[in-house]
């Protein structure tokens, strides 16, 4: 099974880490809120016990998909199958679905079309563009791999003015 992780951009590698951070700062306040606070005050009992579990709740499961974006985010090649995984979301396409794979130069872009006319995005390194397409078409041999050029593209534009 080859493996291929995910390439997020800086920016969104940043926005993950800061939301981690948030999420242990907003769970430390709860706990300092919960040890200051008194419940036995509270005119019901109930609302406060509802308002503290889900202080507590949502920081940890934000905390808990955003570990997993980072910590799960790949695709993966396995027999016949095509695995995505971006966190705890989970995909699978069967190799034998793929009819072409497109190596975009101009978006730098590796998209991946199916025989019911969707498609996927690939996102990895661009180094590992070689590596996935081999392990792709060593699945399937009748997968078509094309590559379309920046100059391809300028041609296109030429001929539309």
Known sequence: ?????????????????????????????????????????????????????????IPAVLLVILISLLVSSYYSVDGNTLKTSFGIIKSKYDISDIETVLLDRSTNKLTVYFSNSSFIVIVVKDEWYDEFIDALCKANRNIEFSIKSKESNDDKDDKQK
Not at 24 to 33: A, E, P, R, S
Not at 44 to 57: A, E, V
Request: hydrophobic residues 55%; glycine residues 8%.
């Open 1 to 57: 099974m080859k493996v291929f992780k995910y390439k997020f951009t800086r920016l969104t590698y940043i926005l993950i880490c800061v939301g981690i951070a948030l999420c242990f700062i907003g769970i430390g306040l709860n706990i300092f809120t919960v040890v200051t606070g008194d419940i036995t005050s509270a005119a019901n009992m109930l609302f406060p016990i509802i308002q503290y579990s889900l202080m507590f709740l």
